[in-house]
C-alpha cells in the first residue's frame, strides 16, 4: 500500500491486515476461509470470544506487533480484548483544531477523497459503491452532486473511537443492515464474493458547512459500530462513538458550496496514495 501523510512523506508498505487480506482473496485456502467467516453464526462466536476474559490474552502480542504506546491511553483494566481495543485516548494525544472555519478528521486512519459525480465509483471495506448505493437513498445523493466524499479507513492498529467533525445539530441514525448478495471488487481479478456492510449514517446540519453527512462502516466479522446518541446539538471533537474489533471505515459526504477540502488530500488519492491521518486534524475549511 501506498501511504503519504500530511507533511507529503511517503511510505509503502504492506501491513498485516494489508498481507491478509491479499492472502484470502488469491487462495484457495483463503477463500475457504471467507465463506466461513461470513456465516453469522461465526461472526457471533467471534464475539462472544473477543468479549471474554480468556481473549486478554491477545492483548500483549498486539502490543508488541503494532508498536502501541499504552501511556498515550487512558489507564485501566481490561477484562476482554474487546475492552481493550476500544480503548480511549488521552485527550492531549489527539488535539482538536478548535478554529470555527475549519471541518477535521473524524477518527485515526488512511485518507481518499473525490470529487462526487455521475460516474463516481469507490471501493469502501471491499465492496463497489456509488453515492447512492451507499446511502441507499438516490434523492438524498443527489444533493451531494459535485460535493466531496472523504473515506477515511481504519486499520487494527489505529485508535478505534470517533469524533463530530463539526459543530451541528445532528439528525437521527440511518442504519442500513449488511447483506451477502453483492459483488465484492476487491477479489474480482480472483473470485466473486458477495457482500455489503453494515453501515450507520447521520445528517449534520450546520451554519458553516451545510448538511454534513457522517458514515461508518462496520467490519466483515465482528465489527459492531456503537453510536452513543440520537437527535442533540453536538460539538467538534466531542466523541461519537466507536468501532469494535476489526477493520472499520468513515465516510463524510461534503457540499462544495460550503467546503474546501483540504486539495492535497484529491491530489494524493489520484496519484494512488492514502493520506495518513489523526483524528482532530483539519482536512477542509468552511467557505
Do not use: W
Not at 86 to 108: A, F, G, H, L
Amino acid at each position: 500500500m501506498k501511504y503519504i501523510d500530511l507533511n507529503g512523506n511517503k511510505i509503502e508498505k504492506n501491513t498485516m491486515q494489508d498481507r491478509l487480506l491479499h492472502e484470502i482473496y488469491t487462495s484457495p485456502a483463503g477463500r475457504g476461509v471467507m465463506k466461513l467467516i461470513v456465516n453469522p453464526v461465526v461472526s457471533h462466536l467471534g464475539g462472544m470470544v473477543l468479549n471474554s476474559r480468556l481473549s486478554t490474552l491477545l492483548i500483549p502480542s498486539f502490543i508488541k506487533k503494532n508498536g502501541i504506546n499504552l501511556e498515550d491511553y487512558v489507564d485501566q483494566y481490561y477484562n476482554s480484548y474487546n475492552e481493550f481495543f476500544t480503548r480511549q485516548i488521552k485527550k492531549e494525544i489527539r488535539p482538536v483544531d478548535e478554529r470555527e472555519d475549519t471541518i477535521v478528521s473524524p477518527s485515526d486512519g488512511k485518507v481518499s477523497a473525490y470529487e462526487i459525480s455521475d460516474k463516481l465509483v469507490v471501493t469502501i471495506k471491499n465492496t463497489k459503491y456509488t453515492v447512492a448505493s451507499l446511502l441507499r437513498n438516490k434523492e438524498l445523493a443527489e444533493q451531494y452532486r459535485g460535493g466531496y466524499l472523504v473515506v477515511v479507513r481504519l486499520t487494527v492498529d489505529d485508535y478505534h473511537r470517533y469524533c463530530y467533525p463539526v459543530n451541528g445539530y445532528k439528525g437521527k441514525n440511518y442504519r442500513i443492515k449488511g447483506i451477502l448478495h453483492t459483488v465484492n471488487p476487491i477479489a474480482n481479478d480472483y473470485v466473486k464474493i458477495y457482500k455489503e456492510n453494515t453501515r450507520e449514517y447521520t445528517v449534520i446540519e450546520t451554519k458553516e458547512f451545510g448538511d454534513v453527512i457522517q458514515m461508518e462502516v462496520g467490519a466483515l466479522m465482528v465489527g459492531k459500530i456503537s453510536n452513543y446518541h440520537q437527535e442533540l446539538e453536538v460539538t467538534k471533537g466531542q466523541e461519537k462513538g466507536r468501532f469494535e474489533f476489526g477493520g472499520s471505515s468513515i465516510a463524510l459526504l461534503l457540499d462544495s458550496h460550503k467546503v474546501k477540502l483540504s486539495q492535497n488530500l484529491l491530489t494524493n488519492t489520484e496519484e494512488g496514495y492514502e493520506t495518513m491521518i489523526q483524528m482532530g486534524q483539519a482536512i477542509g475549511k468552511c467557505i
